[in-house]
């Protein structure tokens, strides 16, 4: 299939006038842009914006922060006592969180830990407002990972053909 | 005519020959410069604006992925094949994850690999959109960029609502596409099938894309100032392009109908019917208008494959933590750009002994000095950018 | 004395209406640009971000003007002056509106009518030749060089094929004085078709085709061509000495425009009516309005084509505009001969 050539046209230049309207056209067809600060566009419910945590769910396995591709999820805990579930039994010790910190000047938005979490206390939330003037001020902590948790939205509804088994 | 009459022609031919040489410059194009996609550097002998000789220097965004994979996992590594060329990052990712299931004696569900067939497509809509854009910018039209990248925003849009990311979708695993995440109680994170509604979306993009080509086709391909700055420009003969490794779009266009989709089937591209476009001129018009048509090429396999998609599990049954059995493999897809291959060693483990990456921009850009001798600095900018390469493909 | 403050008053306003003309000039284009590329240009500075020139102009004021180490000092600082000065010069000449009347005294609305001013016109258009050359050479550069090179090539080919597409009008209208050319097409043709040259097509052609070229302006802005030789001649300026260079390139594009208006579309030349007032007022609005007209056409091929390239550039001008503006030439210089005459044969 060869690229159509018309070298016959090299003097009335049909080409260039159908550009030129096509541009002229253009120059009074309204315009799509979203003006930011004012309007927002809402992300699709799956887009990976920012993690947000659950800190009761955690439970200090440091599974995410072994997986993550560059190291950025910092983790510290301690072992709580907590009292036995029926009178009698042994006391059992529980892991409490202490720090859970996202670098996200390093964090590549991969998801690998959200996917590994095994106790569902990482999500992905679509939020994206969170720039800062400071690098140094995109290390976030528990609380404020614990904030974005609300924003997380329901999965989307599936396609009806979907995975039955 | 006397002897000394001839000696003294002769030398003055001489005066004059000498007087005329000019010295020629050294002119460093890059590695910042507008036009190098990238920290693309050129080292260009130019007499006046003639070309006499470039050498590429390569290596500024080196990032060594072929080492990092050696310290990586299987799953880290998904994450970062796709940001070896970030325009087509899913391309890039399926020949991986097929080679880690080769050697792992996995097959990927029906399901799974016609949504990767999708997503693959989708993404080679949203390269050739990228080039066909910011082509013509490089000829110094600005216009075309702004109405092509438009509605390629509706197609990243299309990926984001399937895979959450835009440029880095992340969205394969052995075994198939990604699961259920985690293992926990919550409904939140159930699954990644295709979402209500993406199907429908999907179709209406299509035909926005179809839209843009035709946009593209009065804007650029038809006008006389981007045929008079491409036709003949460039020429890349079919014997030269086979010669220095070509593949893809550039391959194609210098009259090498050659495509990898025909002949290497780990995606259900032999049950969906598509041409294999091609060129003979083998000029920067002619790399553009192959890339054009693969566009509209694309649309018909997406609108062909949504239709056919079966039902099915997305994922075959995989090991959590992957541990691929000693061996090695070779495994190349299309990417957007040409042929993309992983060649990859497995000692066993969880982590690749050796990875190597055949990364198409590294063999499209080798013919740069062979092209470029003897072309005008203007030439240089036309045919670097119908090369389509991406600098982080180039220098891995 | 009455002359000299009558010729300092309208150097003033002249001064002042260029200026803000330009800067009104580069928000238009880039908004238009913009539509065109379906998306809104510069909106937050002042209403529809009219300020926008205004807030660049500041920032650029401000910012550090680098001086790199391997200029020609003196050439380096003097070429972005050089590019202001003529391209204000030329439109001291230029007509906006009809001689008005006050008190017995006839004030014409040009600051000084020259009767050598096709010629004036042309010199000051080709003195910008210098600073681009001189700015490009005194850079120490390669891509200045580069784009110096280029627009000495381009501008001084183009400059003959402008120089040639004028003498049909020079002919035509027997004058060389701006003011006298519009003046000339101040006729009609069966007492309703305005007189203007623009029935000179030929020439109307040619003149447009070069003013692009000569004002570096898309599709033959090769002297600045960012994706091959990032800026061209200004590479190597920053701050306020490079906004001197982005001002003299609008002003010229303006002039250019008015030029254009003054010796083919009949300049201030217009359906006049009314009182006094509206009678003053009426011929500048028409040359406004088809001043812009002709800004519209720069900003819209602008929005449009791709550049040429550099050996096709030159082979346009040289064998596509020059013999077709010879050719005019003898054709309309029968037409006059005729004209003036009579058939040679009658």
Same mark, same amino acid.
């Given at each position: 299939m060869p690229a159509p050539l018309n070298k016959r046209s090299r003097f009335a230049f049909p080409g260039l006038w159908k550009g030129m309207w096509f541009t002229l056209k253009y120059l009074f067809t309204p315009v799509p842009t979203v003006m930011y600060p004012q309007e927002q566009e809402i992300p699709v419910p799956r887009a990976r914006g920012v993690i947000a945590l659950d800190p009761e769910a955690c439970t200090v396995c440091m599974l995410c922060a072994r997986e993550c591709p560059d190291w950025c999820i910092y983790i510290e805990g301690h072992k709580e006592p907590k009292a036995p579930s029926k009178p009698g039994g042994r006391a059992r010790t529980q892991n409490e969180l202490d720090r859970f910190e996202i670098d996200y000047s390093l *964090?590549?938005? *991969?998801g690998i830990c959200v996917e590994v979490c095994p106790f569902d206390a990482l999500y992905w939330s679509p939020e994206y407002e969170y720039s800062t003037y400071e690098v140094a001020d995109l290390i976030h902590g528990k609380t404020r990972l614990k904030d974005w948790l609300e924003t997380v939205p329901e999965p989307p509804a599936l396609e009806p053909q979907g995975e039955s088994s | 005519m006397s002897d000394e009459y001839r000696a003294m022609m002769h030398r003055s031919e001489v005066a004059v020959s000498v007087e005329l040489q000019t010295q020629d410059m050294t002119l460093n194009i890059g590695p910042q410069h507008p036009s190098t996609h990238g920290v693309l550097r050129l080292v260009a002998q130019v007499d006046g604006e003639r070309i006499t000789s470039v050498e590429p220097v390569i290596?500024?965004?080196?990032?060594g992925y072929e080492k990092l994979a050696e310290v990586r996992s299987y799953a880290q590594m998904t994450a970062l094949v796709n940001r070896i060329d970030w325009v087509s990052g899913f391309a890039s990712e399926v020949p991986f994850i097929v080679a880690v299931e080769k050697l792992m004696g996995i097959e990927a569900p029906e399901r799974a690999q016609w949504i990767r067939l999708i997503l693959t497509e989708l993404f080679r809509i949203s390269s050739h959109m990228v080039f066909t854009s910011s082509y013509p910018l490089e000829l110094g039209a600005t216009t075309p960029l702004f109405h092509v990248l438009r509605e390629r925003e509706r197609v990243l849009e299309l990926i984001e609502g399937m895979t959450g990311g835009r440029f880095h979708p992340n969205f394969n695993r052995v075994g198939g596409i990604k699961p259920a995440a985690g293992g926990g109680k919550t409904q939140k994170k159930v699954s990644m099938d295709i979402p209500e509604g993406w199907l429908d979306a999907t179709r209406a993009t299509m035909e926005r894309v179809m839209l843009s080509t035709h946009q593209s086709d009065t804007l650029v391909t038809g006008n006389e100032l981007f045929k008079a700055r491409t036709v003949g420009v460039g020429v890349i003969p079919g014997d030269k392009a086979v010669e220095y490794g070509l593949s893809g779009p550039n391959l194609r266009a210098s009259g090498v109908a050659y495509d990898l989709r025909k002949h290497e089937y780990h995606l259900p591209y032999d049950q969906v019917d598509f041409d294999v476009i091609s060129a003979p001129g083998g000029d920067c018009y002619d790399r553009y208008w192959v890339r054009l048509q693969e566009i509209r090429e694309s649309v018909k396999i997406v609108l062909q494959a949504i239709d056919k998609i079966p039902d099915g599990p997305l994922r075959a049954k995989a090991p959590r933590v992957l541990k691929v059995p000693k061996g090695q493999i070779y495994v190349r897809g299309e990417n957007p750009k040409g042929e993309f291959g992983y060649y990859l060693i497995s000692e066993g483990g969880q982590k690749p002994y050796r990875l190597k990456i055949r990364s198409t921009s590294f063999s499209n850009l080798s013919i740069l000095p062979w092209v470029l001798k003897g072309a005008l600095v203007p030439d240089l900018v036309a045919v670097m950018g119908s090369l389509d390469f991406v600098l982080g493909d180039v220098d891995r | 004395m009455e002359d000299f403050i009558v010729a300092a008053v309208k150097t003033v306003i002249a001064f002042a209406l260029l200026f803000t003309v330009v800067l009104l000039l580069v928000w238009i284009e880039r908004r238009i640009v913009a539509f065109m590329q379906n998306r809104l240009g510069p909106t937050r500075a002042g209403p529809l971000g009219i300020l926008q020139t205004l807030a660049d102009g500041m920032k650029l004021l401000f910012k550090e003007s680098m001086t790199p180490d391997r200029v020609e000092v003196w050439l380096y600082l003097a070429a972005p002056i050089m590019a202001l000065v003529p391209a204000v010069l $030329?439109?001291? !000449? !230029?007509? $906006?509106g009809a001689p008005i009347t006050i008190g017995g005294t006839e004030y014409t609305l040009q600051v000084t009518d020259l009767n050598v001013g096709v010629l004036y016109v042309l010199a000051m258009s080709s003195m910008a030749v210098y600073a681009i050359a001189l700015a490009g050479w005194s850079s120490g550069s390669k891509y200045p060089l580069l784009g110096s090179v280029r627009s000495a090539a381009q501008m001084i080919s183009y400059e003959a094929a402008m120089g040639l597409a004028l003498v049909p009008v020079i002919m035509f209208n027997g004058t060389t004085s701006l003011a006298g050319i519009v003046e000339a097409q101040g006729a009609t043709y069966f007492g309703f078709l305005p007189a203007w040259n623009i029935v000179l097509l030929p020439s109307f052609v040619v003149f447009v085709i070069a003013m692009f070229a000569e004002t570096n302006r898309a599709p033959f802005d090769l002297v600045e061509a960012e994706q091959e030789i990032v800026g061209g001649f200004h590479t190597e300026y920053s701050g306020f000495r490079f906004a001197l260079f982005f001002l003299a390139e609008y002003i010229n594009l303006f002039n250019m425009s008015a030029l254009t208006v003054v010796f083919f579309l009949g300049g201030w030349q217009g359906p006049v009516f009314g009182p006094t007032v509206l009678q003053w007022i009426l011929p500048v609005i028409y040359f406004f309005a088809k001043t812009f007209a002709i800004v519209f056409l720069f900003i819209w091929v602008r929005g449009t084509l791709p550049r040429m390239r550099y050996d096709q550039l030159m082979g346009f001008g040289w064998k596509r505009l020059i013999p077709v503006s010879l050719a005019w030439i003898i054709l309309a210089m029968i037409a006059v001969g005729i004209r003036r005459f009579g058939l040679p044969w009658a």
């Open positions: *964090c590549m938005y *991969c | 290596g500024y965004m080196h990032r | $030329i439109f001291l !000449v !230029v007509p $906006i």
